[in-house]
């Protein structure tokens, strides 16, 4: 296959970088992806009676300071809602500390959520594309300069190679998984594949734990859902319930990614179910349905040195390379990337706009 642009990866940010070439007349491109669907960080499940749909991956945005994003929401006709915060919070102060009900507050910038999931985003944007420009099942492993042009070697879950030959690449990919999964030929300038392997993998580390139930019954007795806790094994609880169809609450694991191997998921399933019913009573005992997606375990998102949580977000490494072989022919476009908002959905949309911009202005300038 061959095509004067590549994108590798299918989360956000590769589907919307196929969404923006489209939109200016760039249609010769292929989109690669390793894993058998898109979305990257971004996962749904259903559930429920009706199948709502929740989040295990990312699932707020912040329109308040993300205006990009929040643009190609309405663009796309997107419905959002603001996340349930009304009501008290709860406090676990200290392990075997009984939880106590604090008077909750509101989070400024507003905390939205799209109506089915963020996986309403990857689905719409994949709507609008080309679909025999979209390959799935396609791990990307080497990328080689030659005289005019890029080669691309990619395997499928069958052991098959296929060959392609671009003339841009654009890494819709995190830093780090970037540099450590993918060999090129010449090697990155040595300061630049440091700093991206140096960069985090934002969520990475990280597990969600998800409980759903026929009612929303904490915001019967004034609760907001969500909780704080040093008894864990939740450390922070989120209400996840959608406008309709169920309710839920999910929670951040505050045990590494380590420990979370050694006590397995049964037994850290019937620890985050006692603790909800520790916190909300006897009603949080039988939720409807329960899952754990712990994002260490996914070799398409994390690295060994992904296992370590940075505690907050960091600078973005440079995108490209301003020297050698791949000057002018490689650029990363994944959230982490964005200078404004790294490791965030917007921060995807952000790297992206900058790179599509590039690659528009380089065209017209050889027009």
Not at 182 to 206: C, G, K, N, Y
Request: glycine content about 8%; charged content about 20%.
């Amino acid at each position: 296959m061959n095509a004067r642009i590549a994108i590798v990866g299918g989360g956000v940010a590769g589907l919307y970088a196929a969404m923006q070439l489209q939109s200016r007349g760039i249609d010769d491109y292929m989109l690669l992806e390793a894993a058998d669907h898109f979305g990257g960080r971004i996962e749904t499940v259903s559930a429920g009676p009706n199948d709502a749909r929740f989040d295990l991956g990312a699932t707020w945005f912040w329109p308040g300071i993300q205006p990009q994003l929040d643009r190609l929401v309405r663009e796309l006709g997107i419905a959002r809602f603001a996340q349930h915060e009304s009501g008290d919070t709860l406090i676990e102060r200290a392990p075997g500390a009984p939880p106590v009900r604090m008077r909750g507050y509101a989070n400024e910038p507003v905390s939205m959520r799209l109506a089915g999931g963020m996986s309403a985003l990857v689905d719409t944007i994949r709507s609008r594309l080309s679909m025999q420009c979209l390959h799935l099942d396609q791990r990307v492993t080497h990328l080689s300069v030659a005289k005019h042009s890029i080669e691309i070697q990619s395997i499928n879950a069958q052991g098959n190679m296929s060959t392609h030959s671009v003339a841009h690449v654009l890494l819709a990919l995190p830093p780090r998984l970037a540099s450590t999964s993918i060999v090129f030929d010449p090697p990155l300038p040595e300061a630049l594949a440091q700093s991206w392997r140096d960069t985090p993998t934002w969520m990475a580390p990280h597990a969600k734990y998800l409980a759903v139930y026929p009612q929303a019954f904490w915001r019967e007795r004034g609760l907001s859902g969500a909780a704080r806790s040093a008894s864990g094994p939740l450390a922070e609880i989120h209400d996840a319930s959608p406008l309709e169809g169920a309710a839920a609450v999910f929670g951040f694991i505050g045990i590494p990614a380590d420990g979370r191997a050694r006590i397995g998921e049964p037994a850290l399933l019937a620890a985050c179910r006692a603790q909800l019913i520790r916190l909300f009573g006897d009603e949080a005992r039988d939720p409807h349905f329960e899952t754990i997606k712990d994002w260490t375990a996914s070799r398409l998102s994390a690295t060994a040195a992904d296992r370590t949580a940075t505690p907050h977000h960091w600078h973005a490494p440079q995108s490209e390379a301003v020297a050698g072989s791949w000057r002018g022919r490689l650029a990363g476009i994944g959230s982490e990337w964005s200078a404004r908002y790294p490791g965030y959905v917007a921060g995807a949309i952000d790297a992206v706009d900058a790179a599509i911009e590039s690659i528009s202005l380089s065209r017209e300038s050889r027009s």
